[in-house]
């Protein structure tokens, strides 16, 4: 059987709602035929839908029955339509009958004000859904609060194990008590502390509690469950996007939506200008390095780091994390990597090159970056303009941070030391630190 | 001598108590607190199974697993490791990285003896299972 679309459904009704309207305004069904011409048997077929009309005679009966042509034609309007089309496609299936999909003009038209809570509720439960996924996200993938949680339950383990072993064993040698005993008295000093600090995080952010997940945490959770590469618009480009987004979580909503479109056409612009087979067989031989990759975008750094953190890890590309800030210093863009925190909220550590680079226009840099946990990521830089300027406007400038982590045996001296946000920041005596850490 | 264990915990309270029960318990205990040398400790002390914190300073424990599954000397070393509550994701990758077992922090002392002692034995936990051998 042949599916028709919802505006095809809501046209072949539209005898029902003639009669629906006929019945309302109580006028007999050959008084409505007589007066626009036609015979009552005839508009009997009309109002069972089993004949088409349009043009005059739909002008006519609309106009008897004082309703615009469109009322009858398509009923209920669309967005409402859809909402409520939406809401019982998405009803649990055990709470009483299926909704009646078929009567939605009908409800529409005789009850306009609970379609109307129907369809606003729907959106709200939606919304509220997009914010349980959004909170959800941020509790399992920001690296400050994982971090934080990880070491106040390592706290709780440790006086949970010493505590046991307190109690559990009575015959413990008089050194080991004392030992366990100083190490509960330690692990519970650390455990307010870590429990204050933490306190400290989510009162600062309390006025984003209540506050919907935003189109960027949405659009940034879906390109890191793509893993940054979108095969369909490597080999097809830009014109998948849209069959790229369907049946994505949050998109939605139309701000996350724009903002996922507009990523993707930049990926896509890049992707065309640095086709996938030929950069990743350079990149091989370059060892994934960016300098000898310069050539084949003419120059322009930030596409070449770009297209690096866009490489699919299955055909043999490194990790790579990437920050993109504007000239505000606004992390913009974000593929996170490892033990490189790139906070989702706020600014990054003020010495990392990404916002040095902002200060030389133009100038690349490759740096290596020390961490205070100890690992180590090569770093390349540049601030450029994100598109060609023209005469009379101001360039819109943006700084590129390429991360790649450094393996142990590579790790020299010379790395400039750096931290992840001054908030998680242990590095005492930092001359650049705006604000108390957070951490002990 | 017991079993060889060694422990990679950078909390030093943690690794004391977990060293004492296990001591108790009859293992040989060798902690060690820092993931950038931890393949180095392996290497060193060829230990029967690893209890492996999964966020260490210097190197990531799930990183030390990819490595430790990545090595024919020790692609069948017995790996516990040890997450945080609520990590679900942590969890999962250790799983499909080849863990063969987990413990969520805060865990019991009863409960780590126990779980070590199937790991050692070759009970895989959790749903764990080494890799296919072949891949």
Known sequence: MTQRSAPQRRHALTGSRIRERRTVMGIKQSDLARAVGISASYLNLIEHNRRRIGGKLLVDLARKLEVEPTALSEGADASLFDAL??????????????????RIDELAGRFPGWAGLIASQHKRIAGLE????????????????????????????????????????PDIEPQWRGRFHRNLHEEAERLSARATAMLSHFESQGGRQGAPSTP????????????????????????????????????EDPATRTLAERLLRHYAEDAARLPLKPFLAAALDSGFEPEPLLPMAGGD??????????????????PFGLAVCDAAGALIFRRRIGAFSIPRFGAGCPLWPLYRALSKPMVPEASVLDLPNGTTFRAWSICQPARAAGFGAEPVMRATMLLRPVEEERAGSGAQPVGPGCAVCPREGCTARRMDSLVG | MG??????????????AISFILSRDGWEVHGHGNGATALDAVARLTPDVVVLDVMLPGRSGLDILRDLRNASETRNLPVLMLTAKGQAKDRDLALSLGANAYLTKPFSNAEMVETLRDVAHGVSLNGAGLPDQGS
């Open chain 1, 216 to 251: 960027q945490e949405t659009v940034e959770a879906f390109f890191d469950a793509m893993d940054h590469h979108f095969p369909m618009i490597e080999e097809a480009g830009a014109g998948t996007i849209g069959a790229i987004l369907v049946g994505v979580a949050g998109m």
């Open chain 1, 301 to 318: 750094v930030a596409l070449v780091l770009r297209r690096l953190a866009s490489l699919p890890r299955a055909k043999g590309a490194p």
């Open chain 1, 130 to 169: 997009g914010l349980v996924d959004g909170l959800h996200d941020r509790l399992a993938h920001d690296p400050v609060l994982a971090e934080a949680m990880h070491e106040l339950l390592s706290t709780v383990a440790a006086i949970r194990s010493t505590a046991d072993i307190l109690v559990r064993e």
């Open chain 1, 85 to 102: 089309q939406a809401a019982a496609g998405e009803s649990p299936p055990a709470f009483g009958p299926a909704p009646e999909t078929g």
């Open chain 2, 3 to 16: 079993t060889r264990v060694l422990l990679v915990e950078d909390e030093a309270n943690i690794l004391e």
